[in-house]
Structures are given as C-alpha cells and as structure tokens.
C-alpha cells in the first residue's frame, strides 16, 4: 500500500469516528442514530451533498434519507443550499456548534415548556374545585393542596427556560459564558 492511500485510509477511520461519536450524541438526545449520521457525514463534508451523494455514502433507503434530511431541517442544524447550474438540492451542515447548540436545544425546550404549561393549567383549576369544594375529604383536599403548591412552584423553571432561549437566540450568552470560564481558568492557573 503506498503512503498516500495508507494516509487516505487513515483519513477515512479518522472521520469515522468523528461520524459516530456526533451520531452517538444525537442519538443520547432522541435523535435517531442514522440521522446523526447524516448530519455529521454533513458536517465533514468540505461540499454540500445532493441526497443521492448522501445515499451513496450512508447506503440508506431514499425513504429514510428524505425523512432525516426533513427533520434535520426542521431543527435548523442543516440548510438548503444553492449552487449555480445544480439542479438537485443541495445541503449543508451548520458548521458552528454554538448555533447547532442554540437551534437544537432551544427547540425542545420550548417544547418542554409548552407540553407542561398545558398540562399545569389544566390541572390548576380541577386542584382549586378540589380544594374549594365542601364535600372533598380533608385528606383529598391536603393531597389537592401540596400539588397545586407544586405544581404552582414548578412555574419558576418554566420562567427560567424561556429566559434561558431567548437569551440564546437574541445574545451572545454562549461566547459569554465560554469567556467567564476561560477566565476563570487563567485565574486558577
């Protein structure tokens, strides 16, 4: 084997590492491992990539292929992209993690806020009858009580989670926090 494609094949176990360790990621976030794949084989690539490049170099299903690149770009972390004479779409990875970090976690925890404020505003009004009501048991009432407190105090976070992405989406708070811990490390040092 000669040098050039002992170093080429190196290349290639090197980047597929790099593939699986970002799918690995993905997948501990409820993304599909394959569409972690896609993503990542995205992201190392120096070129966008048609679907049927993808296909070729993942050897997925063009179902599967379309239904990853969909929700990939429904989380914003690949983008349609335009090249002169192509006729096919292209994509693209977002190559900075701190915007990949931004679109992916903002997203569900939006979601996250939304799914439980639905639920805590439903519930708030059958705690209150339950507790407001002369015929509820005192002990049922009690149990009513602690869990509209609860559930009251759970607000915070709610609060909190949607300071936190609007924070991310409209500042620097990323770069903010990077440069408080590398300062902290200089100092420490």
């Known amino acids: 084997m000669s040098d050039h494609s002992a170093a080429q094949e190196e290349l290639e176990q090197i980047h597929a590492l790099i593939k699986n360790g970002i799918a690995d990621t993905m997948d501990i976030y409820g993304v599909n491992r394959s569409v972690g794949q896609l993503y990542a084989t995205l992201y190392l690539s120096d070129e966008p990539m048609t679907l049927d490049q993808l296909r070729d170099e993942l050897g997925m299903s063009k179902g599967s292929m379309s239904l990853g690149v ?15 004479g192509e006729r096919k779409d292209l994509y693209q990875a977002e190559q900075d993690f701190f915007q990949f970090f931004i679109s992916f976690f903002t997203r569900r925890w939006e979601r996250e806020k939304n799914v439980n404020l639905y639920a805590v505003k439903q519930a708030q009004p059958r705690y209150q009858a339950l507790m407001e009501d002369p015929d509820t048991p005192e002990d049922v009432r009690a149990e009513a009580e602690r869990h509209f407190n609860k559930i009251n105090d759970s607000l915070q976070y709610y609060r909190f989670l949607d300071i936190l992405v609007e924070e991310f989406e409209e500042g620097d708070l990323a770069q903010k926090l990077l440069e408080r811990h590398n300062k902290r490390q200089a100092s420490e040092s």
């Open 70 to 84: 969909r929700k990939l770009l429904e989380e914003k972390i690949i983008h349609r992209v335009y090249r002169k």
